[in-house]
């Protein structure tokens, strides 16, 4: 039997699952975070463009009188 002669590689191997769920809930985190960020980018990102559209509104307005 193999892993009777490697004891070490047992235990690496036994506490692996638990590295995995370990790291995988930290990608979560990661995600959830970069998600996030990339919601509030994206809502300021509309709120300039809609300012910015106001302005051109405003001024094509005023270069007609």
Not at 16 to 37: D, F, H, L, Y
């Amino acid at each position: 039997m193999r892993w009777a002669r490697s004891p070490k590689k047992f235990k690496i191997w036994k506490s692996s699952p638990r590295k995995i769920s370990s790291a995988t809930n930290q990608w979560a985190g990661v995600q959830e975070t970069v998600q996030g960020n990339s919601d509030k980018t994206v809502a300021v990102t509309k709120e300039i463009a809609d300012r910015m559209a106001e302005e051109i509104r405003l001024f094509s307005e005023f270069m007609k009188r």
